[in-house]
């Protein structure tokens, strides 16, 4: 009698390889940190050198103070670009448009509650230059007034729905609303011009946009700082020293051709490009972690904050009659203050939960 051949066993399903773990970027995390620092910098020097028209012969303490303090702060905005990219492109690309969606959520939302706080304070000290319903409906269309740093945000989110599009149709995804929305902040400043002339009325100005520039130092940016450690050689001295020549043509130009100098200069350029090498993949201790991420996350409600404690405290120091000497412990001293007071400030509304409607 024929025996039945054994039942076949079943296929073992191979095991699923797990998703390897992607490895925290302290050293992003650092130049996110000097770029808040640089920001904040760069704004206490400007505040220095309109204390004296920009001009040197009016007071050359106050001046030059100003403009070290301002030059040493052009990385940081061409680096907050950067890391944008690397964010968008490496770190943590969006899977799906409504992932996207929640990224610029995250930002639009204190955007708008830090820009009514600003018209609120600018009325309290009377210091806006116009009503506030007018301000406040410019500030729709991308106004700067009188929040005058915020015109970065204005620029980051539509470069981050630009590399976001590309991320997400490279995919398989169609994000046909996402190109929607491109499409009209691409097509709303010609519509605006035009609507003004067949109207006759002055309509605000729409800038919702991003220059070249900025999406250029997004994408290299992203190549740069994906690059694995050691690509750009073990020294860093020779990347100090391109920031230091950086760094003095940027002053000489400022002082000598035009302030303030481009963003999309060479020289800013060059002089970013030189900090981001020497930072690029460096080892932070594993003891001071801990406290560098929570800086790094406090860093955005730091950046929406600074200029309401900056004014207070310009305002009420900064003259064009200050030595030098003075001048440069007086814009050190306001600096470490904004700083310390405005990251101070984000870490305790972080810690009870508002980060998501403040920054």
Not at 102 to 108: A, D
Not at 191 to 218: C, K, M, S, V
Request: proline residues 7%.
């Amino acid at each position: 009698m024929p025996t039945t051949p054994p039942a076949p066993a079943p296929a073992q399903a191979a095991p699923e390889t797990p998703r390897p773990v992607r490895e925290h970027r302290y050293d992003i995390d650092l130049i996110r940190l000097l770029c808040s620092f640089g920001v904040i910098g760069l704004h206490a020097g400007s505040a220095f050198v309109n204390a004296v028209d920009r001009t040197a012969s009016q007071g050359p303490g106050t001046y030059w103070a100003g403009l070290t303090a301002d030059s040493l702060g052009r990385f940081a905005v061409p680096l907050f670009f950067a890391i944008a990219g690397w964010v968008v492109l490496v770190g943590a690309p969006p899977k799906d448009g409504a992932r996207l969606r929640r990224r610029i959520v995250r930002i639009v939302v204190p955007l708008a509650v830090w820009t009514a706080l600003y018209l609120a304070w600018g009325r309290l000290r009377g210091t806006n230059d116009g009503p506030v319903g007018e301000l406040a409906l410019d500030s729709v269309f991308a106004s700067v007034r009188p929040a005058y740093h915020l015109w970065y945000l204005y620029a980051y989110l539509p470069v981050i729905m630009v590399l976001g599009l590309v991320v997400l149709v490279r995919s398989g995804r169609r994000p046909w609303g996402l190109g929607a929305v491109l499409l009209v902040l691409a097509s709303a400043p010609s519509l605006f011009g035009d609507l003004a002339e067949a109207t006759g009325r002055e309509l605000p100005r729409f800038g919702w946009a991003f220059g070249p520039y900025q999406l250029i130092y997004a994408v290299l940016g992203a190549l740069l700082l994906a690059a694995p450690a050691g690509t750009f050689g073990r020294r860093r001295f020779p990347w100090l020293l391109l920031a230091a020549a950086g760094l003095a043509g940027v002053i000489a130009y400022q002082h000598e051709v035009h302030y303030a100098i481009p963003y999309a200069h060479v020289l800013v350029a060059l002089f970013s490009c030189g900090v981001l090498l020497s930072l690029h993949g460096l080892r932070v201790p594993e003891r001071l972690r801990p406290a560098l991420a929570r800086l790094a996350d406090a860093s955005f409600g730091a950046y929406l904050a600074h200029v309401l404690v900056l004014g207070v405290l310009t305002d009420a120091f900064v003259r064009a009659d200050l030595g030098g000497p003075a001048a440069a412990a007086l814009v050190v001293g306001i600096t470490v203050a904004t700083t310390a007071l405005s990251f101070g400030a984000a870490m305790l509304w972080g810690r009870v939960g508002a980060s998501k409607v403040l920054g």
